[in-house]
């Protein structure tokens, strides 16, 4: 019997030593398993944040060069516009209380682009027309330094007169038919009168308001009549300004001195700095 009240208490002690040693072998197991899942969490984020900061260097690397690349290539910019844009666009950077009226359209070569270079004050306003190979922006230098393609097509000159004889006095009207000289058929009913001197030959007709008359050499006079007749025929088809009062025309077969002028009461518009004749007349007919 006292063997027996003495082997029990040793039981009972082996017995709470082992629970103790699978306890602390849990918790040491739970508390590797923890570290293990906090290093693990610890990697992945250090993973993240590093990929993170890639995705950053690479979008900062993209955005400079991108940036680099538009400065070293500006003209990317340059937008192309239709005739219509370019003319409204030239309207708006005239500064003037003179009434602004432009052409609906220009001659220009397929492909060409327009622009301009305007001036304007108090009762006036020039613009001069240019068509180049690629767009350039209105009153750019380059349309003047000769460092691009571009050409000019004419030049639009807009001025208030303080009085309407200032304004009559710049438009050289005259009723041929009452000045004499040879008469000339240029068809469509319509007779000229050519007159020569000093080297020229001047054939001259009139229609409605307007006053017009085309310029040739004396050894050139049949050039003179046909330019002539070119004009009335273009003119069957195609309406000049309505002048008020008049209008004139000064065609010149040698492509130096072509001008239309024509008056709005005291406001003289001209036309002027064209090659081609009839690209004179183009230009004309293009106001409303």
């Not at 006036?124 to 000769?146: C, H, K, R, W």
């Not at 000093?198 to 004396?218: C, D, I, K």
């Not at 070119?230 to 040698?254: M, Q, T």
């Amino acid at each position: 019997m006292k063997n027996k009240k003495v082997f029990l208490p040793a039981f009972m002690t082996l017995a709470v030593l082992a629970g103790c040693s699978m306890n602390n072998n849990a918790t040491e197991q739970q508390a590797s398993s923890a570290s293990s899942q906090l290093s693990s969490q610890e990697t992945a984020s250090q993973s993240s944040q590093s990929e993170s900061s890639i995705e950053e260097k690479s979008s900062s690397e993209m955005t400079s060069q991108s940036s680099d690349s538009a400065a070293e290539n500006p003209g990317e910019q340059a937008t192309d516009l239709t005739q219509q844009e370019v003319l409204e666009a030239i309207g708006n950077e005239l500064y003037t209380d003179a009434p602004i009226k432009l052409p609906k359209q220009l001659p220009m070569k397929e492909g060409k682009h327009l622009s301009a270079t305007t001036s304007s004050k108090s009762g006036m306003y020039a613009i001069v027309f240019y068509e180049s190979d690629e767009p350039i922006p209105i009153n750019n230098q380059q349309l003047t330094d000769g460092t691009s393609s571009a050409e000019q097509i004419a030049r639009l000159t807009v001025q208030q007169y303080p009085s309407q004889k200032e304004a009559d006095e710049q438009i050289a009207y005259q009723t041929f038919s009452e000045q004499g000289g040879q008469e000339v058929d240029l068809g469509y009913d319509i007779t000229g009168y050519q007159d020569a001197g000093a080297g020229s030959v001047y054939t001259g007709w009139n229609e409605g308001q307007w006053a017009l008359a085309s310029h040739a050499r004396t050894e050139n006079s049949e050039q003179g009549v046909a330019l002539a007749k070119e004009a009335v025929e273009f003119l069957e088809n195609n309406l000049l300004p309505i002048p008020d009062p008049h209008g004139f025309a000064h065609l010149d077969v040698e492509q130096g001195d072509n001008r239309i002028l024509w008056q709005d009461e005291m406001t003289v518009y001209t036309i002027d700095q064209v090659v081609n004749p009839i690209d004179a007349l183009m230009i004309a007919v293009a106001f409303d």
